[in-house]
């Protein structure tokens, strides 16, 4: 099913959780914050959340800034 | 002596004066020792998306751990009160801290703090609880508005960011400074150690910076001196400085001479 992750379609598996993202994609679960469909999931409900086809996600993390 | 007392931040207690941001350095590594020359506690970030396609990217955590600065997220790029309490609300759980800089732009060619938007932020983020620290104007009326807001600290800018102008209107900084009862930190402007001394010998509780540091020919050196400047002037606005006199009035008795 396709979702779009940081504004750029992507194909997921179905039944795919947020966590399994992240990692599938090798990224590092500590530090970052998501936003499902303008909505923030907290890191406790990551492992639980299931996408949905057309999710729009937002994934940040802290880089440098002024 | 007269003994100075801790930079007291939304309960927070830190002992340096001096804020020191994370960009345009040459790596997080050069900016961490930066960070450190600059005796600074606390450090501005940013929040952007993840790059996916370079997992092995450096991360500016594995250099300035947020065990050893407290990060201060910003909301640098926002234009609008809703993309700043987005970012900041992202920003809350991403770091677990409720400690932010809000910061509203009204364009890209001078990145000058839209006012209007700011307080509308600022509200809204202090209704959800976060403890705000507000990039603003030097003008004392909007600087007022935002404090009566509940924001935690003012932080006015001394001239456009990165411009390193220095402090363009000390009067109004100073005015500020008078009728504000939370700290008051220049954002903004400084470009050398003489413009952090000068903020501190108005009366500034701080001094954020960012463009001086990272873009001297050595930002560790020049994280230095900026160290000692803000220390400098925050003694010499503590000590107080002298009447200034038109004419000259000699150090050595007039009595005696032969």
Known sequence: MQIFLNGEAREVEANS???????????????????RNLEIVPKSEHESTILQPNDHLEIVQFVGGG | ?????????????????????TGKYASYKQN?????????????????????SDPNEERLQDALAPSEFTYLPNTAGCFTADDAVRTL????????????????????????????????????????GFDVMVYCSDDPV?????????CCAIMPLGSLIGSGLGIQNPLNIRLIVEQARVPVIVDAGVGTASDAAIAMELGCDGVLMNTAIAEAKDPIL???????????G????????????LYADPSSPLAGLI
């Open chain 1, 17 to 35: 959780t947020l966590l399994t993202l992240v990692l599938s994609l090798g990224g590092d679960p500590r530090g970052i914050a998501i936003e």
């Open chain 2, 1 to 21: 002596m007269t003994i100075d007392t801790a930079l007291e931040i939304a309960g927070r207690s830190f002992s340096s004066r001096l804020i020191v941001g």
């Open chain 2, 32 to 52: 961490a020792e930066a960070a450190r020359a600059a005796g600074a506690e606390m450090v501005t970030v940013a929040l952007r998306r993840v790059n996916w």
């Open chain 2, 89 to 128: 609300r992202l920003a809350r759980e991403a770091g677990g801290w409720t400690l932010v800089k809000l910061e509203v732009l009204a364009d890209q060619k001078t990145l000058y703090p839209d006012m209007e938007e700011t307080l509308r932020a600022a509200k809204a983020l202090i209704g959800d």
């Open chain 2, 142 to 150: 909007y600087a007022q508005k935002l404090e009566e807001a509940g």
């Open chain 2, 222 to 232: 020049m994280a230095s001196a900026m160290k000692h400047a803000v220390i400098a």
């Open chain 2, 234 to 245: 925050r003694e010499s606005y503590l000590a107080g400085r002298m009447g200034r006199r």
